[in-house]
Each structure stands twice: as C-alpha cells, then as structure tokens.
C-alpha cells in the first residue's frame, strides 16, 4: 500500500520560510504528479503546487513567486520551499501523488496526513 509521509511544518513569522517534505512508500514504480494542497478553517482544500516526473510545475497564484516545488523522482519525494510566508497561508498542508504505480497496483489519487503550518508573529 502507497503512503505518503509529510514533514517540516510548524510555526513561522510573517516573511520567514519553511521547507516541506513528501515522501512515498509502498514498492513504487512510478508517479505520474505529486504536489500540495491545502486546507484552512472554514474553507475548502485547495491547489497549492504541483510537478509532474517529467519537472512541469503547476501553482496558485496566491503563491506564485514565493513558494517554489521540486521533486526527486529517484526517493518519489516531492518538497515545497516556502518563503515571504503570509498570515494567510496558515493551514494544513496536504500532500498528493497521482496516477501511482506498484508492483501490483495502479491507484488515481493518495494523500499524505497533512502538516501544519501557522504563520503568526
């Protein structure tokens, strides 16, 4: 069974940085795309950043030039380098591989547990 594993969230102030991590287990043979989601009270998940194996980049535009998403195809990990943090990117950060492929099965769509991540001073 495919699991992703998050780390790196926490509590930063206003204009700090913070680095994300990602990585996926479970006899993988390939992953198609892998990214960030996010979820804050009272609102809905959200597209934060995603790459595909083949390094095309997709982002929000509340993010666009401050956050920055990478991938090692190599250990299936993908990482979110976050900087100018905002007040309103506190939330829970989710992560997500699509189209994954085992030894012995092929699923759509995994989530992580998801990290918190709270920018405050």
């Known amino acids: 069974q495919v699991q992703l594993v998050e780390s790196g969230g926490g509590l930063v102030q206003p204009g700090g940085s913070l680095r994300l991590s990602c990585a996926a287990s479970?006899?993988?043979?390939?992953?198609?795309?892998m990214g960030w989601y996010r979820q804050a009270p009272g609102k809905e998940r959200e597209l934060v950043a995603t790459i595909t194996s083949g390094s095309n980049t997709n982002y929000a535009d509340s993010v666009k030039g401050r956050f920055t998403v990478s991938n090692d195809n190599a250990k299936n990990t993908v990482y979110l380098q976050m900087n100018s943090l905002k007040p309103e990117d506190t939330a829970v950060y989710y992560c997500?591989?699509?189209?994954?492929?085992?030894?012995?099965?092929?699923?759509?769509?995994?989530w992580g547990q998801g990290t918190q991540v709270t920018v405050s001073s």
């Open positions: 479970g006899s993988i043979l390939s992953i198609n795309t």
């Open positions: 997500n591989a699509k189209n994954v492929r085992t030894i012995n099965r092929f699923t759509v769509s995994v």
